[in-house]
């Protein structure tokens, strides 16, 4: 049945895709047909090529082989323009607003007259509202956008691409960022466009939102089209194992007792800043032989809470003890000193110096205790420790010498990792340790973190992946604007459990209980 | 057409584009060379022999590339901290003011005394000229590139003051002159009888200095991991805003220098007229020298060659000195081009 819906009004045709980024092939002879009205959903691993993929299809990279076709006729390569002007919109990850303009404007930014804009401003808001009401997707045009929630600006991106006349709308994991109530909004939105005529590719590795929204799901695997199926045809089960391959067995770990607690916060707060979500009165014990789960939406506190264990900021009330001392001077370094292992969420810019070699970033954290002696570098030390983390922790590299941009992101991040986990640290801070890796390297990395918690030191994970969370932690919190659960066993609550406290239900029910 | 990241560019690739910079800067020259009523030929061989021609061009070259060669250290070393100091000027005079205090009289020492005194002292006063925009900049988050370079002219029209005032010479017959130092405090001469000072000696072994400290040391490898990227540098315990001072007391230092031996080597004595510059062509000598130490001294004997054979072409040929300006200006620009291409490559789709 499908089939012959696509094959009557293939409003987008993909033929034989194939990207490669120097020896990585990104996309390999992908064909995809996108049907009128029609939900595709584009399933894979971080990493799996879903978004260079889209990145093709808008025209942002050039493909290396193959073509793209909108309503029968073939896009230029490399040309978002042109993209536009078929009619293809793009709902980016990471938002594209200019945060101190209004809605409106955002939305008609570059396509307003030079001549006459009072009117012409008047007739985009009516559009915009006319769009807004009937697509479900409430948002008022004269707001600053700076004053929106991540969900209304996601709004706003829509609208942005439905104002240039999209008839086909791809969203880039556009939940990742959401509550699942406001997941819930998004969807009847899509619903509402698909029932007018568009068409949706819908990017994500979530499976439940994919049987949520989905006609068809087509699953990547390592830059191949794996699979194809009607969601109607699938359950969860099988999308779960056609996206994993099920070649690499994930490591399980069995519960165990926790021993005394390495780290703790009682009652912390920090200062509010212009980026990130301030902490609001935690408290939190990591104990020694435990992995310790935080999940919640990213933007929720969790970077302030890892740049506060990582030494870059001070609580500015409340009480942090490691290993029963009370911590007075705070940095980076007294951290290192009371061996705290860091794994940063960003390795590009904050784990790594990009021009650095292997040795350099080997060493950066290490250069002055280890590596020198009265200020002169010793670079035969160096390089034989840089030598043996790529020995110990097969990094795939052509030398030590190698400039650390040139590697791929599952061997930066074991660079990363043994830097760190070498010093057998006490406590180590993983603060998405696994994004954007292939899975065989996300299984190393936790199969790396299971041996270190075995060794009995005390592990905080923070990550946005649920799943993640759930298969390797022993006790897990949730944050939530600022504010942390309180730790729940492993087994005592289940993903239905934690959504509600990720969208801050259980925070109010509490603080009611407390009044 | 787009651009598009090269990974690994190999040596011909990083080598062969400054070296065609320099070479079509010369095309632009012999343009213009032409326009002014010379013949191109002509005026690049009297450049050429005015720079190198004779023993006296050699040792002119070797002096006039002697501050360029601390200025360019300077600016070389500050730029891969990401400290954008634009003061080199400043500084120059900086230490050249505090020579010519200390050096015509007020401080007597013995001989052998005197020249590394007088050298620490302006290196400290150079160094600390230039800490107060880095502390405003660590502290205050103040934009160097704005206090540094303002700070040039304010810094000038004080040493104008000295010299009209306290630093007057008395027997000066009234310019705006400082006394002569005394013999101890002189840069004596390499070879005897020939106008070629120990600043020259000096600058090698700064630069020499500065790419051991850059390579070898803890602090090089915290420079450049500031400059590249402070976040991460933070992240892994280096106290970034320490070693940006640190920086900043090394980069005025070494501009400190070129103002000590100008004054000590060549000159004697301060006037206004010390440096045509220095502290900002050192930025150009920075450049071309693609911010390596050893590059610097190269790009030195290079620019200074072009200014003194532009001097002699121009007295011969009666074409403008301007034309070095230009020349250099042209493989400055020519060189940041040249500097993309090493780093990306035209694709056509």
């Given at each position: 049945?499908?089939?012959?819906?696509?094959?009557?009004?293939?409003?987008?045709?993909?033929?034989n895709i194939?990207k490669?980024?120097?020896?990585v092939?990104?996309?390999?002879?992908?064909?995809?047909?996108?049907?009128?009205?029609?939900?595709?959903?584009l399933?894979?691993?971080?990493?799996?090529g879903?978004?260079?993929?889209?990145?093709?299809l808008?025209?942002?990279?050039?493909?290396?082989?193959?073509?793209?076709?909108?309503?029968?006729?073939t896009?230029p390569p490399?040309?978002?323009r042109?993209?536009?002007?078929?009619?293809?919109g793009?709902?980016h990850?990471?938002?594209t607003?200019?945060?101190?303009?209004?809605?409106?404007?955002n939305?008609?930014?570059?396509?307003?007259?030079l001549?006459?804009?009072?009117?012409?401003?008047?007739?985009?808001?009516?559009?915009?509202?006319?769009?807004?009401e009937?697509?479900?997707?409430a948002?008022?045009p004269?707001?600053?956008?700076?004053?929106?929630t991540?969900?209304?600006?996601?709004?706003?991106?829509?609208?942005?691409?439905?104002?240039?006349?999209?008839?086909?709308?791809?969203?880039?994991?556009?939940?990742?960022?959401l509550?699942?109530q406001?997941?819930?909004?998004?969807?009847?939105?899509?619903?509402e466009a698909?029932?007018?005529?568009?068409?949706?590719?819908?990017?994500?590795?979530?499976?439940h939102?994919?049987?949520?929204?989905?006609?068809?799901v087509?699953v990547?695997?390592?830059?191949?089209?794996?699979?194809?199926?009607a969601?109607?045809?699938?359950?969860?089960?099988?999308l779960?194992?056609?996206?994993?391959?099920?070649?690499?067995?994930?490591?399980?770990?069995?519960?165990r007792?926790?021993?005394?607690a390495?780290?703790?916060?009682?009652?912390?707060?920090?200062?509010?800043?212009?980026?990130?979500?301030?902490?609001?009165?935690i408290?939190?014990?990591?104990?020694a032989?435990?992995?310790?789960?935080?999940?919640?939406?990213?933007g929720?506190?969790q970077?302030?809470?890892?740049?506060?264990?990582?030494?870059?900021?001070?609580?500015?009330?409340?009480?942090?003890?490691?290993?029963e001392?009370?911590?007075?001077a705070?940095?980076?370094?007294?951290?290192?000193?009371?061996?705290?292992?860091?794994?940063p969420?960003?390795?590009?810019?904050?784990?790594?110096?990009?021009?650095?070699?292997?040795?350099?970033n080997?060493?950066?954290?290490?250069?002055?205790?280890q590596?020198a002696?009265?200020?002169?570098?010793?670079?035969?030390?160096?390089?034989k420790?840089?030598?043996?983390?790529?020995?110990?922790y097969?990094?795939?590299?052509p030398?030590?010498?190698?400039?650390?941009r040139?590697?791929?992101?599952?061997?930066?991040?074991?660079?990363?990792?043994?830097?760190?986990?070498?010093?057998?640290?006490?406590?180590?801070?993983?603060?998405?340790p696994?994004?954007?890796?292939d899975?065989?390297?996300?299984?190393?990395?936790?199969?790396?973190?299971?041996?270190?918690?075995?060794?009995?030191?005390?592990?905080?994970?923070?990550?946005?992946?649920?799943?993640e969370?759930?298969?390797?932690?022993?006790?897990?919190?949730?944050?939530?604007?600022?504010?942390?659960?309180p730790?729940f066993?492993?087994?005592?609550?289940?993903?239905?459990?934690?959504?509600?406290?990720?969208?801050?239900?259980?925070?109010e029910?509490?603080?009611?209980?407390a009044? | 057409?787009r651009?598009?990241?090269?990974?690994?560019?190999t040596l011909?690739?990083?080598?062969?584009?400054?070296?065609?910079?320099?070479?079509?800067s010369?095309?632009?020259?012999?343009?213009?060379?032409?326009?002014?009523?010379?013949?191109p030929?002509?005026v690049?061989g009297?450049?050429i022999?005015?720079?190198?021609g004779?023993?006296?061009?050699?040792?002119?070259?070797?002096n006039r590339?002697?501050?360029?060669?601390f200025?360019?250290?300077?600016?070389?070393?500050?730029?891969?901290?990401?400290?954008?100091?634009?003061?080199?000027?400043?500084?120059?005079?900086?230490?050249?003011?505090v020579?010519?205090?200390?050096?015509?009289?007020?401080?007597?020492?013995?001989?052998?005394?005197?020249?590394?005194?007088?050298?620490?002292?302006?290196v400290i006063?150079?160094?600390?000229?230039?800490?107060?925009p880095?502390?405003?900049k660590?502290?205050?988050?103040?934009?160097?590139v704005?206090?540094?370079?303002?700070?040039?002219?304010i810094?000038?029209?004080?040493v104008?003051?000295l010299?009209?005032g306290?630093?007057?010479?008395p027997l000066?017959?009234?310019w705006?002159?400082?006394?002569?130092l005394v013999?101890?405090a002189r840069?004596?001469?390499?070879?005897?009888?020939?106008?070629?000072h120990?600043?020259?000696?000096?600058?090698?072994?700064?630069?020499?200095g500065?790419?051991?400290?850059?390579?070898f040391?803890?602090l090089?490898?915290e420079?450049?991991a500031?400059?590249?990227n402070?976040?991460?540098?933070?992240?892994?315990?280096?106290?970034?805003n320490?070693v940006?001072?640190?920086?900043?007391?090394l980069?005025?230092?070494?501009?400190a220098?070129?103002?000590?031996?100008e004054?000590?080597?060549?000159k004697?004595s301060?006037?206004l007229?010390?440096?045509?510059?220095?502290?900002?062509?050192?930025?150009?000598?920075?450049?071309?020298?693609?911010l390596?130490?050893?590059?610097?001294?190269?790009?030195?004997?290079?620019?200074?060659?072009?200014?003194?054979?532009?001097?002699?072409?121009?007295?011969a040929?009666?074409?403008?000195?301007?034309l070095?300006?230009?020349?250099?200006?042209?493989?400055?620009?020519?060189?940041?081009?040249?500097i993309?291409?090493t780093k990306?490559?035209?694709?056509?789709?």
């Amino acid at each position: 049945m499908i089939d012959t819906k696509t094959a009557q009004h293939p409003v987008l045709r993909l033929s034989n895709i194939t990207k490669r980024f120097g020896k990585v092939v990104a996309n390999e002879a992908i064909s995809l047909d996108l049907a009128r009205g029609e939900v595709v959903a584009l399933l894979g691993e971080n990493g799996a090529g879903k978004t260079t993929l889209m990145n093709i299809l808008f025209g942002q990279y050039a493909a290396d082989e193959g073509f793209v076709e909108v309503f029968g006729s073939t896009l230029p390569p490399g040309s978002p323009r042109a993209a536009l002007d078929a009619g293809v919109g793009m709902v980016h990850q990471h938002f594209t607003l200019a945060e101190n303009l209004s809605v409106w404007e955002n939305i008609v930014l570059g396509t307003l007259p030079l001549f006459g804009r009072s009117l012409a401003a008047r007739t985009a808001k009516d559009k915009i509202r006319a769009l807004s009401e009937s697509f479900k997707l409430a948002v008022e045009p004269n707001a600053t956008v700076s004053t929106l929630t991540v969900g209304e600006r996601q709004r706003v991106e829509i609208l942005k691409a439905l104002y240039r006349d999209a008839k086909i709308l791809i969203l880039d994991e556009p939940t990742a960022v959401l509550t699942p109530q406001e997941a819930d909004g998004l969807f009847a939105t899509l619903r509402e466009a698909v029932g007018r005529g568009l068409s949706v590719v819908f990017i994500s590795h979530k499976l439940h939102e994919v049987m949520a929204i989905a006609d068809r799901v087509v699953v990547l695997r390592h830059g191949k089209l794996v699979a194809e199926r009607a969601t109607t045809d699938t359950s969860r089960d099988e999308l779960a194992r056609l996206m994993v391959g099920g070649t690499t067995k994930a490591p399980e770990f069995e519960a165990r007792r926790a021993g005394p607690a390495l780290l703790s916060l009682d009652g912390v707060s920090t200062l509010a800043t212009k980026s990130e979500t301030p902490l609001d009165q935690i408290s939190l014990n990591l104990h020694a032989g435990q992995i310790t789960g935080l999940a919640g939406v990213s933007g929720n506190g969790q970077a302030t809470l890892s740049d506060l264990i990582s030494g870059l900021i001070a609580p500015s009330a409340g009480l942090m003890t490691i290993a029963e001392g009370e911590i007075s001077a705070w940095s980076p370094r007294v951290a290192l000193g009371k061996g705290i292992a860091r794994i940063p969420e960003d390795r590009h810019k904050t784990g790594t110096i990009a021009d650095f070699d292997l040795t350099e970033n080997a060493m950066l954290e290490t250069y002055s205790s280890q590596f020198a002696n009265r200020g002169w570098i010793n670079w035969r030390a160096a390089r034989k420790h840089a030598d043996h983390l790529i020995e110990t922790y097969d990094i795939r590299c052509p030398g030590a010498d190698t400039r650390i941009r040139l590697l791929s992101g599952g061997n930066m991040q074991k660079l990363v990792l043994g830097r760190v986990l070498e010093n057998n640290p006490r406590i180590i801070l993983a603060n998405q340790p696994v994004r954007g890796l292939d899975i065989g390297a996300v299984n190393y990395v936790h199969a790396r973190l299971g041996e270190a918690r075995t060794a009995g030191a005390a592990i905080l994970l923070i990550s946005e992946d649920l799943d993640e969370i759930m298969k390797l932690s022993d006790v897990v919190h949730v944050m939530s604007e600022g504010r942390l659960s309180p730790a729940f066993a492993r087994g005592s609550i289940d993903a239905v459990g934690l959504g509600a406290w990720m969208a801050g239900d259980g925070f109010e029910e509490r603080a009611h209980h407390a009044s | 057409m787009r651009l598009e990241p090269i990974a690994n560019p190999t040596l011909t690739r990083r080598v062969l584009p400054p070296a065609l910079a320099i070479a079509a800067s010369f095309a632009v020259a012999a343009f213009l060379a032409m326009i002014a009523g010379g013949n191109p030929f002509q005026v690049f061989g009297l450049i050429i022999s005015g720079a190198v021609g004779s023993k006296f061009a050699v040792l002119e070259t070797l002096n006039r590339a002697t501050p360029l060669i601390f200025t360019g250290l300077a600016i070389s070393v500050a730029f891969r901290a990401k400290l954008w100091n634009i003061g080199a000027e400043a500084q120059l005079y900086m230490g050249a003011v505090v020579t010519v205090v200390l050096g015509t009289g007020a401080l007597g020492l013995p001989g052998w005394l005197m020249l590394p005194v007088l050298a620490v002292l302006a290196v400290i006063a150079g160094g600390v000229l230039l800490l107060v925009p880095a502390v405003l900049k660590t502290r205050l988050g103040v934009d160097e590139v704005v206090t540094t370079l303002l700070f040039n002219f304010i810094f000038l029209l004080f040493v104008s003051y000295l010299l009209e005032g306290p630093l007057k010479d008395p027997l000066g017959m009234g310019w705006p002159k400082s006394a002569r130092l005394v013999p101890e405090a002189r840069l004596p001469r390499i070879v005897d009888g020939l106008r070629l000072h120990w600043g020259f000696g000096l600058a090698l072994i700064a630069a020499v200095g500065i790419w051991v400290v850059d390579k070898f040391t803890t602090l090089g490898f915290e420079m450049r991991a500031v400059g590249q990227n402070a976040h991460a540098a933070r992240f892994a315990g280096i106290p970034v805003n320490p070693v940006i001072l640190k920086t900043a007391l090394l980069s005025g230092g070494l501009a400190a220098l070129a103002g000590f031996s100008e004054v000590a080597g060549l000159k004697g004595s301060l006037t206004l007229d010390l440096s045509p510059g220095y502290g900002y062509t050192g930025i150009v000598v920075a450049m071309l020298a693609l911010l390596h130490p050893l590059g610097v001294v190269a790009a030195a004997l290079f620019v200074a060659a072009i200014f003194v054979g532009a001097d002699s072409m121009s007295r011969a040929a009666g074409v403008p000195t301007y034309l070095a300006d230009i020349m250099l200006a042209s493989a400055l620009l020519l060189t940041v081009l040249a500097i993309l291409i090493t780093k990306f490559r035209v694709r056509r789709d």
